[in-house]
């Protein structure tokens, strides 16, 4: 039996349990292959998140990296925003004078060819991974799997522990540029309730807002790893409970924060206010951008988007996916529900809660209303994600044979207007819409329903998991 469990190796990234599935065996082998995928002797920079074992697992794919030839620069303790950042500093701005790598390097002012972010994000504190990016680019899908494939056919192969690697504080770079891009919030009389849920949130927006002068409380700031007061996602209601609490008392508006700060919630004393609502407010201050959404986005942020002259495109779920398609674009911003917002409007075009903070607060800076902004929005009854169980083996089988079915429905199935295949099957409906996709990281099937009336949104959603049901039953049939 293999010693490398496969299923690490995900659509996104490289994610599993510490000592079980991410040990030291296969954490160096993931260091070496991956090194000699970013071509041997390049530059590598890598940061980990607050997990207590995070440090352990660097130590691990640095030897492998230098096995494999790379030259390694360690940020320490970072968010995966700062990680993605130092792929597009120069060399003589990231390195000291005194770097060894630096003067290695004829170009001083070339940019490093790959980066690492060693996290676990939202996932339970056992949990860790890796989040990969070469030249600037998302390392995922296929590319990631044809890695597992290599590592288990290699896992014999034993690798020395070497710790070589130059230290680097990619934080203050981060920070200064930070406080100059948002020099004019100075002054901003809003009071501000920030909750880091123990993640890496903590270690670099406080410096932002302290550096700004901002008033501002913090909840949970200090990194820690075992999360003791509250799992680190914000898309999860009862994770936002203390920050309502907060904001309620004495707050203007919130925000919160995942595991490695590269997911965003928004609270107002009225409104949670999603990722695809988000995007809508950002687009405010954009002249006609080109704005890309996921498949989960609700309806109104396209056809609003459409309304005001914007370009509004609907692609994949995943972050990875989002960034690819924003590069072939050129689109301004993109977002999923969940979250992740990506800035290429002024920014680098990934996905980065801090960033996102800090253009939160420039909107409303310059008198945007979040709430009548929201609520002058056309009133849709949305379902949270329904999550399906099945596997993962079976997963896309049951998108398609969904597929299937819905080209010769039951009569009683609502009438169907078009179909959208980008990701899963997205159903548009008369008065709304259904959605069918297989997870890209977990074994099931996510579903999600929006309509201009509630009771619609209760019959799709019940005749859409019908469908689902009857598509099971067919898939065994066929077995």
């Not at 490289?14 to 260091?31: A, H, M, P």
């Not at 609502?414 to 295949?421: A, E, G, N, V, Y």
């Amino acid at each position: 039996m293999s010693k490398i469990n496969k299923s690490i190796f995900r659509e996104y990234d490289i994610r599993g349990v510490f000592e079980e599935d991410l040990n030291e065996t296969s954490v160096k082998l993931i260091g070496y292959f991956l090194g000699k995928r970013i071509g041997g002797a390049k530059i590598v920079a890598v940061g980990f998140d607050a997990r207590e074992h995070s440090p352990i697992l660097r130590d691990y794919l640095v030897s492998g990296l230098n096995a494999a030839g790379c030259r390694v620069i360690d940020m320490g303790l970072v968010a995966t925003p700062i990680n993605y950042f130092s792929n597009y500093q120069p060399l003589n701005t990231l390195l000291p004078e005194d770097s060894a790598i630096l003067a290695a390097v004829s170009n001083k002012k070339s940019l490093i060819d790959g980066s690492i972010m060693i996290t676990g994000s939202h996932n339970p504190s056992e949990y860790n991974g890796f989040k990969i990016t070469i030249d600037r680019a998302p390392f995922f899908g296929e590319d990631i799997y044809a890695l597992g494939d290599e590592i288990v056919a290699n896992e014999s192969l034993e690798i020395e522990r070497n710790l070589e690697r130059e230290e680097v504080d990619v934080k203050r770079l981060y920070v200064d540029f930070m406080l100059q891009e948002f020099a004019h919030l100075k002054g901003l009389e809003k009071r501000i309730i920030i909750d880091c849920g123990n993640g890496v949130a903590g270690t670099v927006i406080n410096d932002i807002f302290d550096g700004l002068g901002l008033d501002y409380k913090g909840l949970y700031c200090e990194p820690d790893g075992r999360f003791p007061n509250h799992h680190p996602d914000p898309s999860v209601e009862k994770n936002l409970a203390d920050l309502k609490a907060a904001l309620a008392k004495e707050g203007d508006i919130g925000f919160a924060y995942d595991g490695d700060a590269d997911r965003i919630a928004v609270l107002t004393k009225k409104h949670n206010i999603k990722g695809d609502q988000m995007a809508l407010l950002y687009a405010l201050s954009m002249e006609q951008p080109t704005v890309i959404g996921e498949v989960k986005c609700s309806q109104v942020m396209y056809d609003e988007l459409e309304r005001r002259g914007c370009k509004a495109v609907m692609y994949k779920t995943g972050h990875s996916n989002l960034k690819v398609k924003m590069k072939e674009l050129n689109a301004d911003l993109a977002c999923e529900v969940s979250g992740h917002i990506f800035f290429k409007h002024r920014y680098f075009g990934y996905d980065d809660a801090i960033y996102a903070t800090l253009r939160m607060l420039e909107l409303i800076q310059s008198g945007v209303d979040l709430d009548s902004e929201i609520e002058a929005l056309p009133k849709v009854f949305s379902t949270e994600e329904i999550k399906v169980e099945t596997s993962d083996e079976e997963k896309f089988a049951l998108v398609n044979k969904v597929k299937e079915l819905l080209a010769n429905p039951s009569e009683d199935f609502p009438k169907i207007k078009s179909l959208i295949d980008v990701d899963g099957v997205r159903i548009n409906f008369e008065h709304g819409w259904g959605l069918v996709r297989a997870s890209n990281t977990t074994p099931v099937l996510v579903t999600r329903f929006e309509s201009t009336d509630a009771n619609l949104a209760k019959l799709y959603e019940e005749r859409v998991n019908s469908l689902i049901g009857r598509a099971k039953v067919l898939l065994g049939e066929e077995r």
